[in-house]
C-alpha cells in the first residue's frame, strides 16, 4: 500500500497578477504551476506553504486564506491564497523559472492539471474576504 503524500500549494496575487513557477524535476516537469511542495513530518500546512515559497521564490509571505483541501488517490492538496509583493520572486530551488502572469494569459500556458481552477478558486475566495 502506497504512502498518503500532502502537499500544499499558494496562489500568490499582485492586482490582476499571478506568480507561477516551471517546474523543475518530474511530475510535470518544466509545466507551470503554484509554488508548493510536500508537508514535512510534524510541520503545519502553513508552515509548509511558507518554507516551500521561500525555498522556490525567495519570498516571504505570511498572509495567507485557506482555499481549498483536495484529496485524490495517493496524496492531499491543501491549498491557500496570498496577496503579496511578487516582483522580486526569483527561480530557487526545484523551479526551473518564475513568472508573474497577467490573469488573462495562464490559459495560454502549458500547466499542471487543475491550476486555472485552482487559481479562480483563489481568486475568488480572496475576492470574498
Known amino acids: 500500500m502506497s504512502e498518503q503524500v500532502d502537499v500544499v500549494s499558494a496562489a500568490l496575487f499582485d492586482g490582476d497578477n499571478v506568480l ?54 495517493g496524496f492531499t492538496l491543501q491549498v491557500f491564497a496570498a496577496k503579496a509583493d511578487i516582483a522580486a520572486a526569483q527561480a530557487l530551488d526545484d523551479a526551473a523559472a518564475v513568472q508573474i502572469i497577467p490573469l488573462h494569459q495562464v490559459p495560454e500556458l502549458h500547466y499542471t492539471p487543475d491550476l486555472w481552477a485552482i487559481i479562480h478558486a483563489a481568486r475568488q475566495r480572496l475576492t470574498d474576504l
Request: net charge positive; proline share 6%; hydrophobic share 30%.
Open 20 to 73: 507561477l513557477v516551471q517546474r523543475k524535476n518530474p511530475p510535470y516537469q518544466h509545466y507551470w504551476s503554484l509554488p508548493g511542495g510536500r508537508i514535512n513530518s510534524g510541520e503545519s500546512a502553513t508552515d509548509a506553504i511558507r518554507r516551500e515559497i521561500l525555498e522556490e521564490t525567495g519570498l516571504q509571505v505570511s498572509d495567507f486564506h485557506k482555499v481549498q483541501k483536495h484529496n485524490s488517490a
